[in-house]
């Protein structure tokens, strides 16, 4: 699973401020007033020329603007999710077409489940399952992780993104199941995201995978999804994990995280959604919707 920073600095703030930013040159200004005048006939100004506001100088006229872009020009209003008939009927939809929807990371129990989660920050379900292959043939509980050591662990993970950090969390997160945990993964989401490495996300995939309880993961996938339909848009990856528990019907919200997931990584994909595979397109609402 995939899932602003830095100002400038003050010199390149410096290197910014022309005469402009400054104040007149003060010495251009007393060569101004002692010109003589003028002998000739006043000069005629050119008409004044208005130039065209920012608006007009875009070359995306609202109508066709990126998501939310519209709704800032407009005031900033976000949109609204759609009603609970229309709700409800989306989710009939992907039920209809996959009742059983499945997390593409490859596990055998819910310890190699908790691993393959922390693995997959930044990095692909592919990228994963082919590292933990080997791993997993070697250590799939925490005690045998703990003994296999962080630098075999580190060997076996080294083809995917932070490959160091995330060896010394898999051992550490090993050891605290170990010590506080009898070695067993926790069943809440506030012990899980106590482990090293371990946030939110990752908790509420374990919930929900392993454990079966109806928790919304937000990843990159869904946060698009559930803005550009919308369903229930969101700033924060929290303010739309939050929006959709209240809003999905309880009988669609144990396999409704994979739903939308699967549905962003392959039809509803960041930079070329495509509409015409979709089968929800006629409830979307979405600027970027081509047919």
């Not at 007033?33 to 208005?50: D, L, V, Y």
């Not at 969390?169 to 070695?183: C, E, F, K, P, T």
């Amino acid at each position: 699973m995939r899932n602003l920073k830095s100002g400038e600095s003050r010199k390149a703030g410096r290197a910014r401020k022309g005469p402009a930013a400054q104040g007149a040159d003060p010495g251009a200004a007393g060569a101004l007033a002692n010109r003589p005048p003028s002998k000739g006939p006043p000069s005629k100004s050119p008409p004044s020329k208005t130039l065209p506001s920012k608006a007009l100088l875009s070359k995306t006229p609202p109508s066709k603007a990126a998501p939310g872009l519209a709704a800032r020009a407009r005031g900033g209003t976000r949109p609204t999710p759609p009603d609970p008939a229309t709700v409800r009927a989306i989710f009939a939809r992907f039920q209809e077409a996959d009742p059983e929807p499945k997390g593409e990371l490859n596990y055998v129990n819910p310890f190699t489940l908790l691993v393959a989660v922390v693995l997959s920050a930044q990095a692909t379900d592919v990228g994963v399952n082919k590292a933990t292959s080997k791993l997993f043939a070697l250590a799939d509980t925490p005690q045998k992780m703990v003994a296999l050591g962080e630098d075999q662990v580190r060997d076996c993970i080294k083809t995917i993104g932070l490959f160091r950090g995330k060896a010394k969390n898999v051992i550490a997160l090993s050891r605290q199941l170990i010590d506080a945990h009898h070695g067993e993964v926790p069943h809440t989401r506030e012990e899980l995201e106590k482990l090293p490495g371990v946030g939110r996300k990752t908790a509420n995939v374990v919930l929900n995978i392993a454990f079966h309880q109806p928790t919304i993961a937000v990843d990159t996938h869904l946060f698009r999804v559930s803005n550009r339909i919308p369903l229930a848009p969101g700033k924060t990856v929290l303010d739309v994990e939050l929006g959709l528990e209240r809003i999905i019907p309880p009988e669609y919200k144990l396999h409704a995280h994979h739903w939308l997931i699967l549905h962003g990584r392959y039809v509803c994909k960041a930079r070329k959604p495509e509409c015409p595979r979709c089968i929800i397109a006629d409830y979307c609402r979405s600027d970027e919707k081509t047919i």
